[in-house]
């Protein structure tokens, strides 16, 4: 079975930094594309940021220059940097993979989602 844990988020003033941790564990699979979401309070689902089974990154309007997202294979686990925060950042942040399994198609896992609050 695939799980993704994630980890990291809290509270944090505007003009700070948090680092997101998604972990993938399991047995006999490959990651492909993962992307991050995040879910303010408006109950809308928002793509945040996204890299490629080959490493390409992509960002949504609002976070680019200030969002990184990036991997590393040898702990399979997927980060999110988040510097430069606002108040508009608050939300549930949901990391999402799409893995492949020795005789499997492939499938698509979420996150639990963790709690980012920036207060102003």
């Known amino acids: 079975q695939v799980q993704l844990v994630q980890s990291g988020g809290g509270v944090v003033q505007a003009g700070g930094s948090l680092r997101l941790s998604c972990a993938v564990s399991?047995?006999?699979?490959?990651?492909?594309?993962t992307h991050w979401y995040r879910q303010g309070p408006d109950n809308l689902r928002e793509l945040v940021a996204t890299?490629?089974?080959?490493?390409?990154?992509t960002y949504g309007d609002s976070v680019k220059g200030r969002f990184t997202i990036s991997r590393d294979n040898a702990v399979k686990t997927v980060y999110l940097q988040m510097n430069s925060l606002k108040p508009e950042d608050t939300g549930v942040y949901y990391c999402?993979?799409?893995?492949?399994?020795?005789?499997?198609?492939?499938?698509?896992?979420w996150g639990q989602g963790t709690q980012v609050t920036v207060s102003s």
């Open positions: 399991g047995t006999a699979f490959s990651i492909g594309t």
């Open positions: 890299i490629t089974w080959a490493g390409d990154r």
């Open positions: 999402q993979a799409s893995v492949t399994r020795v005789g499997r198609p492939m499938s698509t896992y």
